[in-house]
């Protein structure tokens, strides 16, 4: 893969571009979706103060009647994952066949960019953006959390608790949840957001998109509907990261110290210094801030990976995370099509499949363009296999060395840090730390990973809603970006008040139900698109005109 230097090629992001001012084969293309004529600016900024004043709304709510809220949101999530919770399972499943397919065809040659562009980062540095930006704090807080809580109580009840086949199942059911799943639902939006921008010229947002299914309607009142969905579906996936964060935080502090640092006040604290720390990196841009953040965290994550893989049972690992592997990608289609069959098994899968997935949903556009904003001339098949197989691996691994440490400990050692796991998911990683040599420089190490993870994460996502709600410009102002990052803050703080990890939970399987309509309707339209594309019709897409960004005062 080309490895251009970008201190050479300074980032910039194309400007949507007007039909009749672009090249020739996109100004066909354009004609075939036709836009709107560009609205005023004031009528442009209506998505914005709409999303702002109906996040307001909600965290007004939250503060003043928080247990009425909670019931309510309770009632509705019930009633949702029981009556479409399939969804959340099939769909992605669905994602994954439509990206292997244009992976694996003739389609897999187009750009996202012109013909002739080519990546604006180094691979190393995209791989880093991809993997540190994207699911890190859940790294730390699941990382150990749901494989050993899966030997305590065993997926669907398919093995005995503690016992070899429950291990092998807890793992390959944490891949289900963090594996190829997932990154569809980012591969998707990225695929159709990167397409449209690089490639077409359009706005960087997700309604230009849809224009093949509901034509003008995209630059109307629907499109600025999807927009606004899409941002509180953002806001509300990146929030519950926010609460994970503080709470391994102030855990880590409290095994570090030895005080008592887990309460709720401590973790609001935490969550108004990181906000701080996170928005003045998104306000230095992607080229800066997040890329070089996204770099250290990951060498930091591979040393701590590494650490664990020696110190622990380093064999015993290796030998699990194989035969976890071969029954994942063995039993695959099976495993992806389990539903709950009582009431039982439906709160299990509340608890982790479910949850995990529209997780996953929520977290969709936000990945999606942050994934679109670092792929600038990565050809479709570069993206899929890469943004498919390399995290999946990579986190494979990750879980199975440190959940796989953890199940060890409690097999064959008789710690308990399963069963405090089900009380605390936050207490699993420090107490595998704590079973380990040089455990306090261990456990700084993880606390300042999740910190770096904090911020990587809040600045991808600032950057992200900062873009959505500024007519899609990929520079954002900012005064935008500084708003997004106070706003995603207070939320996280306001919903961590008024019920815990489990109302910033329910937000996001409440958020994710309508979502995954807009995922379907995209993955179509951009199905339509890439059929008449000029490239598969022998037409090479010229170069685009020199990009301006938008005013970052």
């Not at 007004?60 to 009632?75: I, K, Q, S, Y």
């Amino acid at each position: 893969m080309p490895m251009d230097d970008p201190a050479d090629h300074p980032p910039s992001a194309p400007r949507p571009v007007a039909p009749r001012s672009a090249p020739r084969s996109a100004r066909r293309e354009a004609e075939r979706f036709p836009a709107t004529p560009h609205l005023p600016g004031s009528s442009r900024n209506v998505v914005l103060w709409i999303s702002v004043a109906l996040i307001l709304a909600l965290l007004l709510v939250a503060g003043l009647a928080p247990e009425r809220m909670n019931t309510a949101a309770d009632a509705a999530m019930q009633w949702v994952t029981a009556t479409s919770g399939w969804s959340l399972l099939v769909i992605p499943l669905g994602l994954i066949a439509l990206l292997l397919v244009l992976a694996l065809t003739r389609v897999g040659g187009i750009r996202l960019g012109p013909d002739d562009s080519r990546p604006e980062y180094p691979t190393y540095a995209w791989i880093a953006m991809l993997l540190g930006a994207v699911m890190g704090i859940g790294m730390i807080t699941y990382g150990v959390a749901e494989p050993v809580s899966h030997l305590v109580a065993p997926p669907h009840g398919l093995a005995e608790p503690g016992s070899p086949d429950a291990v092998v199942d807890a793992l390959r059911f944490t891949f289900l949840d963090w594996g190829l799943h997932a990154w569809a639902v980012f591969a998707v939006f990225g695929l159709a957001i990167g397409y449209s921008t690089h490639r077409l010229g359009n706005k960087g947002l997700v309604s230009p998109i849809l224009r093949p299914l509901i034509g003008r309607h995209a630059d109307g009142a629907l499109g600025r509907a999807v927009d606004v969905l899409v941002i509180l579906s953002t806001l509300f996936g990146t929030t519950t990261s926010l609460g994970l964060g503080a709470a391994q935080i102030s855990q880590g502090l409290a095994q570090i110290t030895g005080l008592e640092l887990t309460t709720t006040g401590v973790q609001l604290v935490v969550i108004a210094l990181v906000t701080v720390l996170f928005t003045a990196s998104a306000m230095s841009g992607i080229g800066r801030g997040i890329r070089y953040l996204s770099e250290a965290t990951m060498v930091i994550a591979a040393a701590l990976l590494l650490f664990v893989l020696v110190t622990g049972p380093t064999s015993w690992l290796i030998n699990v995370l194989l035969r976890s592997l071969g029954g994942y990608v063995g039993d695959f289609v099976e495993i992806s099509l389990l539903l709950p069959t009582d009431g039982e098994d439906l709160a299990w899968m509340q608890g982790w499949t479910y949850f995990m997935m529209a997780w996953w949903i929520s977290w969709g556009a936000f990945v999606g363009i942050f994934l679109a904003r670092i792929s600038r001339g990565r050809t479709i098949r570069q993206f899929v296999l890469v943004v498919l197989g390399l995290p999946t691996l990579v986190f494979s691994v990750w879980f199975s060395v440190f959940g796989g440490s953890a199940m060890f400990m409690d097999l064959e050692r008789g710690t308990s840090i399963g069963d405090a796991a089900a009380e605390d998911v936050n207490t699993a990683f420090f107490g595998l730390l704590d079973q380990l040599p040089l455990t306090t420089l261990t456990s700084v190490v993880a606390v300042g990973l999740v910190v770096l993870y904090f911020i990587t994460g809040a600045d991808s996502n600032t950057y992200v809603l900062a873009v959505l709600s500024s007519d899609g410009h990929l520079e954002p102002g900012r005064w935008v970006t500084c708003l997004w990052g106070l706003l995603t803050g207070a939320t996280a703080a306001v919903l961590l008040y008024a019920g815990g990890l489990e109302a910033l939970q329910t937000a996001v399987m409440l958020s994710a139900a309508p979502f995954i309509l807009v995922i379907l309707a995209l993955a179509i339209s951009l199905v339509m698109m890439l059929r008449r594309d000029p490239l598969l019709a022998g037409t090479p897409v010229e170069p685009a005109p020199v990009p301006e960004t938008a005013d970052r005062s």
